[in-house]
């Protein structure tokens, strides 16, 4: 696994983290000693790039916001022109525990892309109301297109193996929810193995959710349509190969 750690970048888009990020970095420091860290300053104006810096990470900054999406194709950019093999995703806000990396990474093996899945069996974090619901109806088809059971399309705690980063790198959408939703549809019409680990997730460790809850009813509607966008767009080929699905 250290060899594999060698190969593996960490992506941690971060949107005025500067209450966690330092912290996150450190932690995974420490949980996943000698692994590289990208932290993606997705526009933030506050002082996101001086915490992660001064913790140790490499921070690419972006002069304005392009949300996670955006932020996730300039990891997978730079992973490419790094020499990284695998890429995975940890969200600067210290809701997702690095311990889990090594599960994702062991997952790879024989998958293109691995979800950690937080209705899976593993830890006590819940969902309700509209969002529960949307995330019922998304599980339950883009199951059917993964030809897989996945419990939580929406999970953005994800390691991505070599096929999926040279897809990603160049075909990573970053429309609202595109880096979930629509991100699995791309890779299961590109013909990549796609499947998901059970995870714990923990409370935000500062900063601002990303979702009002009050916007639950509006999140169901955009959750939709974005499956539904990603659906009736063509597929794309990885790099001359056939696209079956």
């Not at 093996?109 to 593993?122: I, M, N, S």
Request: net charge neutral; hydrophobic share 45%; proline share 6%.
């Amino acid at each position: 696994m250290p060899h594999q750690l060698e190969r593996t970048l960490i992506v941690m888009p971060a949107l005025n983290e500067e209450a966690s990020v330092a912290a996150v970095v450190r932690e995974v420091q420490d949980k996943l000693p000698g692994v590289a860290i990208l932290v993606v300053n997705d526009g933030s104006t506050d002082d996101t790039t001086v915490q992660a810096r001064s913790a140790g990470a490499v921070v690419a900054e972006l002069p304005f916001n392009l949300g996670v999406g955006g932020a996730m194709r300039v990891g997978f950019k730079y992973a490419l022109e790094h020499g990284y093999r695998n890429v995975v995703q940890v969200d600067s806000d210290g809701q997702h525990d690095p311990a889990g990396v090594l599960q994702l990474l062991d997952e790879l093996a024989t998958a293109d892309l691995v979800l950690g899945a937080r209705f899976a069996g593993a830890g006590n974090y819940e969902v309700r109301g509209p969002r529960k619901w949307a995330m019922v109806v998304l599980s339950g088809a883009l199951s059917r297109v993964a030809r897989t059971k996945l419990t939580d399309t929406t999970s953005g705690f994800r390691a991505t193996g070599p096929r999926a980063v040279r897809l990603f790198a160049e075909h990573y959408p970053a429309e609202y929810l595109g880096d979930t939703i629509e991100s699995l549809v791309i890779a299961a019409r590109a013909g990549c193995v796609i499947r998901q680990v059970p995870v714990a997730m923990r409370p935000r460790a500062g900063g601002t959710p990303s979702h009002n809850p009050f916007k639950a009813a509006t999140y169901l509607a955009r959750a939709g349509l974005a499956l539904v966008f990603a659906l009736i767009r063509p597929p794309v080929a990885l790099h001359g190969e056939v696209v079956t699905a």
